[in-house]
């Protein structure tokens, strides 16, 4: 069964490649529109949207659908609008605790997986020029909260949890999952 990734971040393909599972990437163009309030049930809502939508046209493959909020006190960040948006979100997250929630719909002929995993970070004060000089950079550009933990110039201070979450796909689970699907076929 051929494997499909229904996402084009750079990101998730490059963590999915670590996996050693060859997939092709077709990226879902639903909507994403959800009723849901909390920051778990609306990650699983969109990546189950995304997944579901590839898995339609493709149901011989397994499909992986994604989606990754950072949750700050309440409030959730998605990738940030503009540059103001991107400021407004690491002056909020500086000095301060978050969650990073990424939801996991993994469709197959052989079954169906829906997870979130989720992961404590902790940024370390942050400049207004260390801000300004990182989004000038592009560097919070697509990135849910604004940031990249991945990323060189890196505020977390510390993280609880799996790196790979953070960064937008939980590799230890869907390598579980992923090994269980091959080996049933």
């Given at each position: 069964m051929k494997l499909i990734l229904a996402s084009t971040s750079p990101?998730?393909?490059?963590?999915?490649?670590?996996?050693?599972?060859?997939?092709e990437i077709i990226p879902s163009n639903c909507e994403e529109i959800t009723s849901s309030v909390v920051p778990t049930d609306i990650v699983c809502d969109l990546a189950t949207l995304k997944a579901k939508e590839?898995?339609?046209?493709?149901?011989?493959?397994?499909?992986?659908?994604?989606?990754?909020?950072?949750?700050?006190?309440g409030e959730i960040m998605g990738k940030p609008k503009d540059h103001a948006d991107a400021s407004r979100m690491l002056h909020a997250l500086s000095g301060n605790t978050h969650y990073v929630h990424t939801g996991v719909?993994?469709?197959?002929?052989?079954?169906?997986?829906?997870?979130?995993?989720?992961?404590?970070?902790?940024?370390?004060?942050?400049?207004?020029?260390?801000?300004k000089d990182y989004i000038d950079k592009g560097e919070a550009d697509g990135k849910a909260g604004a940031y990249g933990i991945?990323?060189?110039?890196?505020?977390?201070?510390?993280?609880?949890?799996?790196?790979?979450?953070?960064?937008g796909l939980p590799t230890y689970r869907v390598s579980k999952i992923l090994d269980t699907i091959y080996k049933r076929c």
């Open positions: 990101r998730r393909r490059e963590l999915l490649s670590k996996l050693d599972y060859p997939f590839v898995f339609a046209t493709h149901p011989d493959c397994v499909v992986i659908g994604c989606d990754t909020v950072v949750d700050f006190e719909c993994i469709l197959s002929p052989v079954g169906e997986w829906l997870f979130c995993d989720s992961t404590k970070v902790v940024f370390r004060q942050l400049s207004d020029k260390e801000i991945q990323d060189d110039s890196c505020f977390a201070a510390r993280y609880e949890g799996d790196f790979d979450n953070v960064v």
